[in-house]
């Protein structure tokens, strides 16, 4: 029977973080498992750094960004020798399991605890790429987008207004998701992503006709890792006849307070972690698919990276 659980938040932090934190932590105390929170993901786990949570120490936290629990990258943990102190000291403390919540990174460091020392883990994806195999989706990418939505839409005023381009670039260093599905989602005119080469005669010559035909604003979205801004901006500024502007989003795309979908699929998550160790399935990742928790093997999850869908891709062409 499973009596004492951590908790912990790694890696790169995504909004909704804390409603599977606070989720996972009021089912436990409500089955009677006593839960602790460790401070900044496996850096705090090396120093000991934990609190005891209960019903009341997770409440009002759902609606904030960030991780309360806070997050960070341990470069050492890539290391067998401190994994091997890492299970050390959770044993020492007593605890039955762990619950990672964070991207491939922190699931591939949570599954090497149990692959090498048999250690219990459950795994959440919390990723705004949404780059996770396995899951429809991760806790994080619906407020992400919805934020570069927003901030897009804003720039789209004023790019009509003075008959300007924009180029937009949004995180997504190997992953192009970030900027294909807010490009669709705010008409943009053209999209740049790492899965596909850009041709820069070809785009501007796009732009070119589009300007001539009457079109009075240019948005176009750059995932980081393609190019960057101002590489586009050289290639193409002196072609169109835009004046051009250049927005990097940055880590605004991290922040602010979860969205209800996000608020809802890390609630899901967090309580079904929980459930997960009450029935001795460890070493999974708790998965949406197809609109069900599912709980998917770590390790089957970590071999199968998530591409992009090709019909979004062939999407962005018909309707940008
Ligand atoms: P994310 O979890 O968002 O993908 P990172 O890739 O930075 O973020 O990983 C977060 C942390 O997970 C790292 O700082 C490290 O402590 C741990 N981690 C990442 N990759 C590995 C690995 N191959 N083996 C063990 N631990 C890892």
Redesign the pocket.
Known sequence: MIKKIAIMT???DSPGMNAAVRAAVRTAVTEGIEIYGINR??SGLLDEDFSKMDYSSVGGIMERGGTVLRS????E??LKPT?ENAVDILKEHEFDGLIVV????????AH?LNEEFDFPVVGIPG?IDNDIGYTDTCIGVDTCLNTCMENIQKLKDTASSHERAFIVEVMGRGSGYIALCSGIATGAEAVIIPEIPVDYDKLTDKLWHERQRGKINCIIVVAEGAASAYTVARHIEHRIGYDTRITILGHVQRGGSPTAYDRLLASRMGYEAVKAFQDNDTDVMISLISGRMERVPLGDVLANKKGLDPKLIEMIKILS
């Open positions: 790694s890696g790169g993901g496996y960070s990258r341990c470069k943990f890539q994994r964070g991207g491939d990174g922190s699931l591939t460091g090497l990723s």
